[in-house]
């Protein structure tokens, strides 16, 4: 079966930047979306950045400006480049795929630490 697997978070100090990775294990075909999700302690789950099979992107406004999402589709990875982290941004982040077929797939999540 194949799983996404995270990568790069861990403990920055505010202002600093992280890159995440998301990568599939195997091959996923007909994908249709891309999205990074975080998740602070005691709040719900909530889309930080999304990108759709065309290239398009939407970013929540509290990382606009801050956050790139982008991928290698040869790869079937997604990444998330965060610059300019806040404390705020502290939270577990999450990726999933969608497919055309309405199959999600789930990362298991790595943790972000922003701090002084």
């Known amino acids: 079966q194949v799983q996404l697997v995270e990568s790069g978070g861990g403990l920055v100090q505010p202002g600093g930047s992280l890159r995440l990775s998301c990568a599939a294990s195997?091959?996923?075909?007909?994908?249709?979306?891309m999205t990074w999700y975080r998740q602070a302690p005691g709040k719900q789950r909530d889309v930080v950045a999304h990108?759709?099979?065309?290239?398009?992107?939407n970013y929540a406004d509290a990382v606009k400006g801050r956050f790139t999402i982008s991928r290698d589709s040869a790869k079937n990875t997604v990444y998330l480049q965060m610059n300019s982290l806040k404390p705020e941004d502290t939270a577990v982040y999450y990726c999933?795929?969608?497919?055309?077929?309405?199959?999600?797939?789930w990362g298991q999540g790595t943790q972000v630490t922003v701090s002084s």
């Open positions: 999933r795929f969608l497919t055309t077929r309405g199959r999600e797939y």
């Open positions: 195997g091959v996923i075909d007909n994908i249709y979306a």
């Open positions: 990108m759709l099979s065309g290239g398009s992107t």
